[in-house]
């Protein structure tokens, strides 16, 4: 098949907004490998790796998710939401007065469900991995609370007051990559950065 044939035939396909999804989750693996690094203390490949498995889990649930919900959306709004995902624009109708207010609270929204996804997708890579914490048996517990005890009586029990080092790591790393998204796709929508 010639070049141009092979074109044409995929200008029908949304390539720019594939691209530009690949390019985001390209800039979220990165950054949130960044923060898991220095907050985990792990090495270079195996953040990639995590980043890499915990962005690709959240990205392919959520395309899931949105293509299932999609079609449970009234036509006026479903023309919006498609031509924002596929071209990043909306049309003129109905909608477009309070889609600020929708955009804002589905962001919000998707923050806390990619963040329990990441979190959730990261405690089963380390089962897999057969790197878990230790299961929260009654024997665990009275383990860790004798050893809180002594670490108190010695005055070593600052800095670990009960937060998961995992969650917290999680949560910044997915606080920057979605501050990042967000500046990329203020820049484009603002600025036509990259032609839209």
């Given at each position: 098949m010639p070049t141009t044939n092979l074109l044409s035939?995929?200008?029908?396909?949304p390539l720019?907004?594939?691209?530009?999804?690949?390019?985001?989750?390209m800039m979220a693996i990165v950054l949130e490998a960044m923060v898991l690094r220095q907050q985990l203390r792990l090495g270079y490949r195996t953040s990639m790796q995590y980043?890499?498995?915990?962005?690709?889990?959240a990205t392919s649930l959520g395309w899931i998710v949105f293509l299932a919900l999609e079609a449970l959306l009234p036509l006026s709004l479903r023309s919006q939401v498609i031509s924002y995902v596929l071209f990043n624009r909306f049309y003129p109708n109905g909608w477009q007065d309070v889609l600020p207010v929708v955009v804002v609270v589905v962001a919000i929204a998707a923050f806390f469900a990619t963040y329990w996804i990441k979190l959730q997708g990261l405690i089963w890579l380390l089962r897999l991995l057969g790197q878990a914490p230790?299961?929260?048996?009654?024997e665990v517990i009275e383990s860790n609370r004798t050893q809180r005890y002594e670490r108190a009586r010695r005055a070593q029990i600052e800095g670990q007051r009960g937060h998961s080092p995992r969650a917290l790591a999680v949560l910044e790393a997915n606080a920057v990559s979605f501050t990042a998204i967000l500046v990329v796709l203020l820049l484009v929508t603002q600025i036509g950065v990259i032609g839209w």
């Open positions: 035939e995929l200008g029908i396909m720019r907004a594939i691209a530009f999804q690949s390019l985001l989750l980043s890499a498995t915990l962005n690709l889990l230790p299961e929260n048996t009654p």
